[in-house]
Protein backbone atom coordinates (compact mmCIF):
# COMPACT_ATOMS: atom_id res chain seq x y z
CA UNK A 1 0.00 0.00 0.00
CA UNK A 2 1.19 3.64 -0.97
CA UNK A 3 2.01 5.93 2.14
CA UNK A 4 3.06 9.47 1.65
CA UNK A 5 7.02 9.84 2.11
CA UNK A 6 6.18 11.73 5.37
CA UNK A 7 3.98 8.67 7.16
CA UNK A 8 6.22 6.39 6.10
CA UNK A 9 9.32 7.68 7.22
CA UNK A 10 7.76 9.01 10.47
CA UNK A 11 6.12 5.35 11.26
CA UNK A 12 9.49 3.68 10.56
CA UNK A 13 10.75 6.08 12.85
CA UNK A 14 8.33 5.70 15.41
CA UNK A 15 8.78 1.73 15.27
CA UNK A 16 12.32 1.22 14.85
CA UNK A 17 14.56 0.10 17.45
CA UNK A 18 16.72 2.83 18.85
CA UNK A 19 20.26 2.85 19.94
CA UNK A 20 19.80 5.34 22.73
CA UNK A 21 17.61 3.09 25.23
CA UNK A 22 16.85 6.58 26.75
CA UNK A 23 14.82 7.90 23.51
CA UNK A 24 13.04 4.94 24.40
CA UNK A 25 12.20 5.61 27.90
CA UNK A 26 11.09 8.99 27.72
CA UNK A 27 8.85 8.28 24.61
CA UNK A 28 7.37 5.64 27.10
CA UNK A 29 7.06 8.15 29.57
CA UNK A 30 5.57 10.75 27.58
CA UNK A 31 2.67 8.39 26.47
CA UNK A 32 2.28 7.41 29.89
CA UNK A 33 1.89 10.54 30.84
CA UNK A 34 -1.01 11.96 28.77
CA UNK A 35 -2.59 8.22 28.95
CA UNK A 36 -3.06 9.43 32.85
CA UNK A 37 -3.99 13.17 32.28
CA UNK A 38 -7.11 12.06 30.02
CA UNK A 39 -7.90 9.46 31.64
CA UNK A 40 -8.16 11.32 35.26
CA UNK A 41 -9.78 14.43 33.46
CA UNK A 42 -12.10 12.21 32.24
CA UNK A 43 -12.97 10.07 35.96
CA UNK A 44 -12.75 13.24 38.02
CA UNK A 45 -14.98 15.14 35.31
CA UNK A 46 -17.75 12.24 35.42
CA UNK A 47 -17.14 11.65 39.44
CA UNK A 48 -17.80 15.66 39.82
CA UNK A 49 -20.83 15.81 37.43
CA UNK A 50 -22.37 12.96 39.22
CA UNK A 51 -22.27 14.49 42.43
CA UNK A 52 -23.53 17.70 41.14
CA UNK A 53 -26.66 15.63 39.04
CA UNK A 54 -27.14 14.09 42.43
CA UNK A 55 -27.52 16.91 44.63
CA UNK A 56 -29.52 18.79 41.68
CA UNK A 57 -32.21 15.78 41.85
CA UNK A 58 -32.22 15.93 45.71
CA UNK A 59 -32.89 19.45 45.31
CA UNK A 60 -35.89 19.20 43.31
CA UNK A 61 -37.41 16.52 44.92
CA UNK A 62 -38.39 19.62 47.18
CA UNK A 63 -38.68 22.22 45.33
CA UNK A 64 -40.03 23.61 41.60
CA UNK A 65 -38.37 24.07 38.68
CA UNK A 66 -39.80 27.70 38.54
CA UNK A 67 -41.64 29.99 40.98
CA UNK A 68 -43.56 32.53 40.82
CA UNK A 69 -44.05 35.33 43.34
CA UNK A 70 -44.76 39.33 43.50
CA UNK A 71 -42.58 41.75 45.36
CA UNK A 72 -44.37 42.24 47.89
CA UNK A 73 -43.85 38.54 48.88
CA UNK A 74 -47.67 37.42 48.35
CA UNK A 75 -50.09 36.80 45.68
CA UNK A 76 -53.82 37.73 45.72
CA UNK A 77 -54.61 37.00 42.65
CA UNK A 78 -52.45 33.19 42.23
CA UNK A 79 -55.70 31.60 40.50
CA UNK A 80 -55.61 34.35 37.81
CA UNK A 81 -51.27 33.51 37.39
CA UNK A 82 -51.44 29.70 38.10
CA UNK A 83 -54.05 30.07 34.55
CA UNK A 84 -51.31 31.93 32.85
CA UNK A 85 -48.73 29.82 33.68
CA UNK A 86 -50.21 27.05 32.29
CA UNK A 87 -50.66 27.93 29.06
CA UNK A 88 -47.49 27.98 28.55
CA UNK A 89 -47.09 24.47 26.49
CA UNK A 90 -43.59 23.83 28.32
CA UNK A 91 -45.71 23.48 31.30
CA UNK A 92 -46.72 20.71 33.26
CA UNK A 93 -47.63 21.84 36.51
CA UNK A 94 -48.31 24.62 38.67
CA UNK A 95 -49.51 24.77 42.30
CA UNK A 96 -49.90 27.46 44.45
CA UNK A 97 -47.85 27.30 48.12
CA UNK A 98 -47.27 29.35 51.16
CA UNK A 99 -43.45 29.74 52.54
CA UNK A 100 -42.60 31.09 56.12
CA UNK A 101 -40.12 31.03 59.10
CA UNK A 102 -40.70 30.10 62.34
CA UNK A 103 -39.78 27.62 64.97
CA UNK A 104 -40.78 24.21 66.19
CA UNK A 105 -41.27 23.45 70.26
CA UNK A 106 -41.89 19.69 71.63
CA UNK A 107 -41.26 19.57 75.35
CA UNK A 108 -38.06 21.27 75.88
CA UNK A 109 -36.70 20.73 72.70
CA UNK A 110 -36.80 23.97 69.90
CA UNK A 111 -35.77 24.51 66.84
CA UNK A 112 -35.96 26.97 63.80
CA UNK A 113 -38.00 25.31 60.28
CA UNK A 114 -39.08 27.00 57.24
CA UNK A 115 -42.39 26.01 57.20
CA UNK A 116 -43.96 25.15 53.14
CA UNK A 117 -48.36 25.34 52.72
CA UNK A 118 -48.75 23.05 50.18
CA UNK A 119 -52.05 21.50 48.26
CA UNK A 120 -51.16 17.78 48.90
CA UNK A 121 -53.63 17.15 45.70
CA UNK A 122 -51.84 19.22 43.50
CA UNK A 123 -48.14 18.92 45.00
CA UNK A 124 -47.38 15.73 43.39
CA UNK A 125 -46.88 17.79 39.55
CA UNK A 126 -44.82 20.09 41.40
CA UNK A 127 -42.20 18.11 43.27
CA UNK A 128 -41.23 14.57 44.47
CA UNK A 129 -41.75 15.19 48.27
CA UNK A 130 -45.08 12.63 47.98
CA UNK A 131 -42.85 9.53 46.69
CA UNK A 132 -40.05 10.39 49.49
CA UNK A 133 -42.33 9.86 52.56
CA UNK A 134 -40.44 7.21 55.26
CA UNK A 135 -43.46 7.44 57.39
CA UNK A 136 -46.80 8.51 56.82
CA UNK A 137 -48.39 10.10 53.78
CA UNK A 138 -48.62 13.70 52.27
CA UNK A 139 -52.80 13.20 51.69
CA UNK A 140 -52.32 13.20 55.40
CA UNK A 141 -52.20 16.85 55.45
CA UNK A 142 -56.25 17.78 55.56
CA UNK A 143 -57.62 21.21 55.74
CA UNK A 144 -58.27 21.72 59.30
CA UNK A 145 -56.94 19.23 61.12
CA UNK A 146 -53.32 21.26 61.50
CA UNK A 147 -51.08 18.47 60.29
CA UNK A 148 -47.58 18.80 59.45
CA UNK A 149 -44.80 16.41 58.00
CA UNK A 150 -41.26 17.01 58.98
CA UNK A 151 -38.11 16.29 57.45
CA UNK A 152 -36.56 13.37 58.58
CA UNK A 153 -33.78 14.98 60.75
CA UNK A 154 -35.82 17.77 62.20
CA UNK A 155 -37.82 15.00 63.41
CA UNK A 156 -34.91 13.07 65.09
CA UNK A 157 -33.45 16.81 66.43
CA UNK A 158 -36.77 16.97 68.05
CA UNK A 159 -37.42 13.83 69.34
CA UNK A 160 -41.19 13.58 67.49
CA UNK A 161 -42.92 10.78 65.81
CA UNK A 162 -46.17 10.15 63.82
CA UNK A 163 -48.96 11.22 66.20
CA UNK A 164 -46.83 13.50 68.48
CA UNK A 165 -47.97 16.84 69.71
CA UNK A 166 -45.72 20.27 68.27
CA UNK A 167 -46.39 23.92 68.88
CA UNK A 168 -45.71 25.87 66.08
CA UNK A 169 -44.60 29.13 67.09
CA UNK A 170 -45.10 31.98 64.56
CA UNK A 171 -42.70 35.53 63.76
CA UNK A 172 -45.90 37.52 64.22
CA UNK A 173 -46.94 38.16 67.80
CA UNK A 174 -50.96 38.89 69.32
CA UNK A 175 -51.43 41.96 71.55
CA UNK A 176 -52.96 40.90 74.80
CA UNK A 177 -53.54 42.56 78.34
CA UNK A 178 -50.44 40.66 79.24
CA UNK A 179 -48.35 42.08 76.84
CA UNK A 180 -47.12 41.18 73.35
CA UNK A 181 -47.22 37.19 72.99
CA UNK A 182 -46.14 35.16 69.92
CA UNK A 183 -48.31 33.37 68.43
CA UNK A 184 -48.25 29.50 69.38
CA UNK A 185 -50.39 26.55 67.35
CA UNK A 186 -50.70 23.18 68.17
CA UNK A 187 -49.92 20.46 65.37
CA UNK A 188 -49.64 17.10 64.73
CA UNK A 189 -47.21 15.26 63.18
CA UNK A 190 -48.65 13.13 60.46
CA UNK A 191 -45.65 12.43 58.33
CA UNK A 192 -42.04 12.36 57.94
CA UNK A 193 -40.08 12.39 54.45
CA UNK A 194 -36.68 12.32 53.47
CA UNK A 195 -35.29 13.83 50.15
CA UNK A 196 -32.08 12.93 50.91
CA UNK A 197 -30.79 16.78 51.03
CA UNK A 198 -29.70 17.86 54.54
CA UNK A 199 -30.76 21.89 53.92
CA UNK A 200 -34.45 20.51 53.65
CA UNK A 201 -34.20 17.22 55.88
CA UNK A 202 -33.22 19.09 58.84
CA UNK A 203 -35.16 22.69 58.74
CA UNK A 204 -38.39 21.82 56.83
CA UNK A 205 -42.07 21.17 57.59
CA UNK A 206 -45.09 20.85 55.43
CA UNK A 207 -48.43 22.41 56.33
CA UNK A 208 -51.70 22.17 54.55
CA UNK A 209 -52.23 25.13 51.92
CA UNK A 210 -55.38 26.36 53.73
CA UNK A 211 -53.61 25.96 57.65
CA UNK A 212 -50.64 27.50 56.85
CA UNK A 213 -52.67 30.71 55.42
CA UNK A 214 -54.76 30.86 58.49
CA UNK A 215 -51.20 30.62 61.33
CA UNK A 216 -49.37 32.87 58.96
CA UNK A 217 -52.82 34.81 58.61
CA UNK A 218 -52.15 35.48 55.01
CA UNK A 219 -56.44 35.52 54.19
CA UNK A 220 -56.99 34.21 50.51
CA UNK A 221 -53.33 35.26 49.71
CA UNK A 222 -50.45 32.98 49.06
CA UNK A 223 -46.52 33.48 48.83
CA UNK A 224 -46.21 32.41 45.08
CA UNK A 225 -46.74 29.61 42.46
CA UNK A 226 -44.48 26.77 42.04
CA UNK A 227 -43.82 25.67 38.69
CA UNK A 228 -42.73 22.13 37.19
CA UNK A 229 -41.39 21.97 33.52
CA UNK A 230 -41.17 19.25 30.97
CA UNK A 231 -37.79 19.36 30.13
CA UNK A 232 -35.22 20.67 33.07
CA UNK A 233 -32.06 21.05 30.79
CA UNK A 234 -34.55 23.70 28.93
CA UNK A 235 -35.74 25.65 31.96
CA UNK A 236 -34.03 28.87 31.51
CA UNK A 237 -35.68 29.43 28.15
CA UNK A 238 -38.65 28.49 29.68
CA UNK A 239 -38.19 30.84 32.78
CA UNK A 240 -37.73 34.03 29.85
CA UNK A 241 -40.73 33.13 28.12
CA UNK A 242 -43.07 33.02 31.61
CA UNK A 243 -40.82 36.36 32.59
CA UNK A 244 -42.54 37.95 29.34
CA UNK A 245 -46.33 36.36 30.18
CA UNK A 246 -45.98 37.76 33.61
CA UNK A 247 -43.83 40.81 33.50
CA UNK A 248 -45.18 42.42 36.74
CA UNK A 249 -44.01 39.05 38.76
CA UNK A 250 -40.71 37.46 39.96
CA UNK A 251 -40.30 34.65 37.95
CA UNK A 252 -37.27 32.30 39.52
CA UNK A 253 -35.91 29.17 38.85
CA UNK A 254 -34.19 26.77 40.58
CA UNK A 255 -31.04 27.91 39.98
CA UNK A 256 -31.45 30.86 41.88
CA UNK A 257 -31.85 29.43 44.72
CA UNK A 258 -28.46 27.32 45.15
CA UNK A 259 -26.79 29.85 43.04
CA UNK A 260 -23.65 29.79 44.65
CA UNK A 261 -23.43 26.05 45.60
CA UNK A 262 -23.23 25.59 41.54
CA UNK A 263 -20.84 28.22 41.30
CA UNK A 264 -18.59 26.79 43.23
CA UNK A 265 -19.07 23.19 41.73
CA UNK A 266 -18.47 25.31 38.72
CA UNK A 267 -15.36 26.83 40.19
CA UNK A 268 -13.90 23.97 41.68
CA UNK A 269 -14.11 21.60 38.11
CA UNK A 270 -12.58 24.32 36.11
CA UNK A 271 -9.24 24.47 38.26
CA UNK A 272 -9.13 20.68 39.02
CA UNK A 273 -9.07 20.82 34.86
CA UNK A 274 -6.63 23.30 35.14
CA UNK A 275 -4.24 21.16 38.02
CA UNK A 276 -4.72 17.89 35.78
CA UNK A 277 -4.04 19.06 32.13
CA UNK A 278 -0.79 20.24 33.46
CA UNK A 279 -0.03 16.45 33.47
CA UNK A 280 -0.60 16.62 30.04
CA UNK A 281 1.50 19.65 29.77
CA UNK A 282 4.59 17.54 31.02
CA UNK A 283 3.79 14.88 27.78
CA UNK A 284 4.11 17.61 26.05
CA UNK A 285 7.43 19.21 27.15
CA UNK A 286 8.70 14.76 27.16
CA UNK A 287 7.53 14.64 23.74
CA UNK A 288 9.67 18.10 22.88
CA UNK A 289 12.79 16.22 24.15
CA UNK A 290 12.25 12.83 22.27
CA UNK A 291 12.14 14.61 19.01
CA UNK A 292 14.85 17.40 20.04
CA UNK A 293 16.98 13.87 20.96
CA UNK A 294 15.65 11.41 17.78
CA UNK A 295 16.69 14.82 15.55
CA UNK A 296 20.12 14.64 16.99
CA UNK A 297 20.55 11.30 16.26
CA UNK A 298 19.07 10.79 12.85
CA UNK A 299 20.76 14.16 11.46
CA UNK A 300 22.40 12.02 9.07
CA UNK A 301 19.62 10.53 7.79
CA UNK A 302 18.09 13.83 7.45
CA UNK A 303 21.25 14.79 5.43
CA UNK A 304 21.31 12.18 3.19
CA UNK A 305 16.89 13.06 2.32
CA UNK A 306 17.97 16.28 1.88
CA UNK A 307 20.36 15.30 -0.57
CA UNK A 308 17.61 13.39 -2.36
CA UNK A 309 15.29 15.74 -2.82
CA UNK A 310 13.36 16.24 0.49
CA UNK A 311 12.12 19.81 1.11
CA UNK A 312 12.50 21.57 4.51
CA UNK A 313 8.32 20.98 4.76
CA UNK A 314 8.72 17.20 4.08
CA UNK A 315 11.35 16.73 7.50
CA UNK A 316 8.99 18.80 9.50
CA UNK A 317 6.24 16.65 8.60
CA UNK A 318 8.09 12.99 9.23
CA UNK A 319 8.93 14.75 12.64
CA UNK A 320 5.44 16.05 13.71
CA UNK A 321 3.94 12.43 12.43
CA UNK A 322 6.30 10.96 15.01
CA UNK A 323 5.27 12.95 17.64
CA UNK A 324 1.72 12.85 16.96
CA UNK A 325 1.83 9.29 17.08
CA UNK A 326 3.00 9.89 21.02
CA UNK A 327 0.09 11.88 21.35
CA UNK A 328 -2.38 10.27 19.04
CA UNK A 329 -1.87 7.21 21.41
CA UNK A 330 -1.82 8.45 24.76
CA UNK A 331 -5.03 10.22 23.92
CA UNK A 332 -6.80 6.86 22.56
CA UNK A 333 -5.70 4.79 25.30
CA UNK A 334 -6.59 7.44 28.06
CA UNK A 335 -9.69 8.03 27.03
CA UNK A 336 -10.64 4.70 26.35
CA UNK A 337 -9.91 3.45 29.74
CA UNK A 338 -11.22 6.90 30.74
CA UNK A 339 -14.45 6.35 29.63
CA UNK A 340 -14.58 2.44 30.79
CA UNK A 341 -13.67 3.58 34.52
CA UNK A 342 -16.29 6.56 34.44
CA UNK A 343 -18.90 4.23 33.06
CA UNK A 344 -18.04 1.47 35.89
CA UNK A 345 -16.90 3.92 38.58
CA UNK A 346 -20.06 3.09 41.02
CA UNK A 347 -19.60 -0.94 40.58
CA UNK A 348 -15.90 -0.98 41.32
CA UNK A 349 -16.37 1.82 44.02
CA UNK A 350 -18.60 -1.10 45.59
CA UNK A 351 -16.31 -4.02 44.83
CA UNK A 352 -13.73 -1.91 46.90
CA UNK A 353 -15.74 -1.49 49.36
CA UNK A 354 -17.20 -4.88 49.51
CA UNK A 355 -13.36 -6.79 49.32
CA UNK A 356 -11.55 -4.01 50.71
CA UNK A 357 -13.40 -3.68 53.95
CA UNK A 358 -13.70 -0.03 54.15
CA UNK A 359 -15.75 2.96 52.62
CA UNK A 360 -13.44 6.23 51.42
CA UNK A 361 -16.85 7.82 51.69
CA UNK A 362 -18.23 7.56 54.90
CA UNK A 363 -22.26 7.62 54.90
CA UNK A 364 -22.54 8.96 58.09
CA UNK A 365 -20.26 11.92 57.57
CA UNK A 366 -21.04 12.50 53.88
CA UNK A 367 -24.80 13.69 51.96
CA UNK A 368 -23.93 10.96 49.42
CA UNK A 369 -22.43 7.68 50.41
CA UNK A 370 -21.29 6.33 46.94
CA UNK A 371 -19.28 7.67 44.39
CA UNK A 372 -22.16 8.41 41.11
CA UNK A 373 -20.67 9.24 37.91
CA UNK A 374 -22.43 10.72 35.02
CA UNK A 375 -19.93 10.89 31.77
CA UNK A 376 -20.68 13.72 29.25
CA UNK A 377 -19.26 12.82 26.01
CA UNK A 378 -19.27 16.53 25.07
CA UNK A 379 -16.08 16.44 27.74
CA UNK A 380 -14.67 13.60 27.05
CA UNK A 381 -14.42 15.34 23.32
CA UNK A 382 -13.19 18.41 24.67
CA UNK A 383 -10.54 16.92 26.91
CA UNK A 384 -9.18 14.45 23.80
CA UNK A 385 -8.90 17.02 21.82
CA UNK A 386 -6.99 19.47 23.92
CA UNK A 387 -4.66 16.70 24.85
CA UNK A 388 -4.12 15.80 20.93
CA UNK A 389 -3.77 19.29 19.88
CA UNK A 390 -1.37 19.90 22.38
CA UNK A 391 0.81 17.03 21.66
CA UNK A 392 0.74 18.07 17.98
CA UNK A 393 1.76 21.70 18.58
CA UNK A 394 4.43 19.97 21.03
CA UNK A 395 5.72 18.36 17.92
CA UNK A 396 7.05 21.68 15.95
CA UNK A 397 9.82 23.13 17.84
CA UNK A 398 11.95 19.88 17.39
CA UNK A 399 10.33 18.98 14.23
CA UNK A 400 11.43 23.17 12.43
CA UNK A 401 14.78 22.40 13.65
CA UNK A 402 15.49 19.36 12.06
CA UNK A 403 14.22 20.89 8.71
CA UNK A 404 17.05 23.91 9.19
CA UNK A 405 19.73 21.02 9.31
CA UNK A 406 21.93 21.20 6.46
CA UNK A 407 23.45 18.34 4.86
CA UNK A 408 27.12 19.31 4.46
CA UNK A 409 27.25 20.44 8.09
CA UNK A 410 25.76 16.72 9.20
CA UNK A 411 27.41 15.01 6.83
CA UNK A 412 30.77 16.41 7.65
CA UNK A 413 32.57 14.24 10.12
CA UNK A 414 30.29 10.81 8.79
Known sequence: MYLPLELFVGLRYTRAKRRNGFISLISFISILCIILGVMTLIIVLSVMNGFEKEVRD?????????????????????????GQVRQNP?????????QAEG?????????????????????????????????????????????IVLGKSLARTLGVDIGDKITVVTPSANI?????????KR????????????????????????????????????????????????VMPVTRELRQ???????????????????????????????????????????ISTLVMVVTEKKSDIAIMRTFGASTGSVMRIFIV????????GTLLGGILGVVIALNIEPLYQWVSIHWGFQPIDPSVYL?????????????????SAALVTSILATILPAWRASRTQPADALRYE
Not at 60 to 82: D, K, R
Not at 90 to 98: C, E, I, K, R, S
Not at 203 to 227: H, I, K
Not at 256 to 275: D, G, Q, R
Open 187 to 234: FSVVGIFQVGYYEYDSAVGLMNLDDARRVFQLGDNVSGVQVQVQNLLQ
Open 322 to 329: QGSIIGFA
Open 58 to 82: RILNMIAHVTVTNYEGQLNNWQQVV
Open 245 to 287: QLPDFWVRDWSYYHSNWFKAVKMEKTMISLLLFLVILVAAINI
Open 368 to 384: IPDLPSDLHWDQVAYIC
Open 176 to 184: TPAGVMPRL
Open 103 to 147: MLIYRSNVHGAMFRGVDPAQESAVSKVASHMVSGKLDNLRAGEFG
Open 90 to 98: HVTGAAPYV
